[in-house]
């Protein structure tokens, strides 16, 4: 994240207001960026970037670690996130869509045999250097995250019942505008875990991505009225398999993936600027008033 200085923030703009009246879920059109979308590895590549400090896997679905033993064997990475649930192998005649060695290079890592790899388990409520603290006592903010779960009973229900989204990890980033939330595959007993016993860490954050890429599922979705995430992100899927309802009788603005491509978001003092990789959306979502920044667009401040 990138502190930058903005003016005219102090009073309610063009912008605020389109954000206010749900705007951007009226624009018409299909921005089709879901028909090319970024390999994650090659754009780290693009980026310059060799070395990952932490790679975190909110919970052993494939469509989570796809391309994993492609990462692992281009780039280094430190320090690997293992939530503690487990699951048997997928069947990979059936689920085509994915790479058996991907699983086998995550049994790899979780099995202590990756020996490159520093594997930890984090837990809901945890401190740990350098996530969360500075040093190994406890000092100082680290890189101000916060596990919000899964806790070890959420670990525990999930391996019986075989629903391993209930022990997805939650995490927030606490930046200057707000939290902003990462949650995995998170479902209801996880929501109803964080809301007794970690809603202040979730309220009125500042940005959501939504769980489950924002997909619609048979899920309670009062989580939202605590959240109150001033902008949302919903994955690339198919607009009739998204959960649009539950944000907008919330009135609670959101964009997908498929307006905006890639997102580059930047915590400005007390509110968060967004910038995307698609000029057209962010051209008719501003009224024609984005501007660039590190080569992305303007999308909206709030």
């Known amino acids: 994240m990138i502190d930058i200085c903005c003016g005219n923030l102090g009073e309610k703009s063009f912008l605020d207001k389109m954000l206010e009246s749900s705007y951007a879920q009226r624009i018409p059109g299909d921005y089709r960026m879901r028909d ?75 099995s202590g045999k990756a020996s490159s790899v520093n594997v930890v388990s984090p837990r809901a409520s945890s401190h740990g250097k350098y996530w969360s603290a500075d040093n190994d006592q406890g000092e100082g903010h680290g890189d101000y995250l916060s596990i919000i779960s899964p806790h070890d009973a959420l670990i525990a229900s999930a391996g019986e019942t075989g629903d391993i989204n209930d022990a997805s990890y939650v995490v927030a980033y606490r930046s200057s505008a707000g939290q902003i939330i990462f949650p995995g595959d998170s479902n209801d007993n996880t929501w109803e875990y964080i809301l007794k016993n970690h809603a202040s860490s979730v309220r009125n954050a500042a940005v959501l991505f939504a769980p489950h ?58 509110r968060v600027e967004v910038f995307i990789e698609n000029q057209t959306f962010a051209r008719d979502f501003t009224g024609g008033k984005t501007f660039q920044k590190d080569g992305y667009w303007f999308l909206c401040s709030a």
């Open 36 to 110: 090319n979308p970024t390999n994650p590895i090659t754009y780290l590549s693009s980026r310059g970037i060799s070395e990952i400090w932490r790679f975190i896997l909110t919970h052993p679905d494939m469509d989570h670690m796809d391309g994993l033993g492609r990462l692992f064997s281009e780039k280094t990475v430190h320090n690997f996130w293992d939530c503690g649930v487990r699951r048997e192998p997928p069947d990979f005649e059936k689920e085509t869509d994915f790479r058996k060695e991907d699983w086998e290079c995550y049994e790899k890592i979780i």
């Open 213 to 270: 890429h924002g997909r619609k599922s048979d899920r309670d979705y009062s989580f939202l009225d605590v959240v109150k995430p001033r902008i949302s992100f919903f994955g690339c899927a198919p607009s009739e398999h998204l959960a649009y309802s539950a944000w907008q009788y919330r009135n609670l603005p959101y964009f997908t993936n498929n307006q905006c491509g890639n997102i580059h978001i930047y915590p400005v003092d007390k």
